[in-house]
Nanobody
Framework: QVELVESGGGSVQAGGSLRLSCSASAYTYNVAVMGWFRQAPGKEREQVAAINTNDGSPYYADSLKGRASITEGAGTNTVTLQMNSLKPEDTAMYYC??????????????????WGQGTQVTVSS
């Protein structure tokens, strides 16, 4: 069992930046992708970024493309999402997730192996 623990959420004004971190309690050979999802009140959970930990390749949803950077700490089981130029519509609970590469880089939610508990991001106008 892998536990994912997020940190770094908070409140910021539009145009500001936040850095979210996710630490995995253990390495598992079959969980090669880590990423971030978000869910705003009344909306479905959506994926915003992913990173293939085998080669460090990042992937972004259109919602954050050009405004975010996802990286992994070598040998630390930690993934960081740096978000810049934040907008009020980025307000949501952000969840770290980990899954098998066989599920693809933008998997169905049912294919997610592990979830974090979530961290709130609030962007005010």
């Amino acid at each position: 069992q892998v536990e994912l623990v997020e940190s770094g959420g908070g409140s910021v004004q539009a145009g500001g930046s936040l850095r979210l971190s996710c630490s995995a309690s253990a390495y598992t050979y079959n969980v090669a992708v880590m990423g971030w999802f978000r869910q705003a009140p009344g909306k479905e959970r959506e994926q915003v970024a992913a990173i293939n930990t085998n080669d460090g390749s990042p992937y972004y949803a259109d919602s954050l493309k050009g405004r975010a950077s996802i990286t992994e700490g070598a040998g630390t089981n930690t993934v960081t999402l740096q978000m810049n130029s934040l907008k009020p519509e980025d307000t949501a609970m952000y969840y770290c997730a980990a899954w098998s590469l066989s599920a693809g880089l933008f998997p169905l939610l049912a294919r997610i192996s592990y979830w974090g508990q979530g961290t709130q991001v609030t962007v005010s106008s």
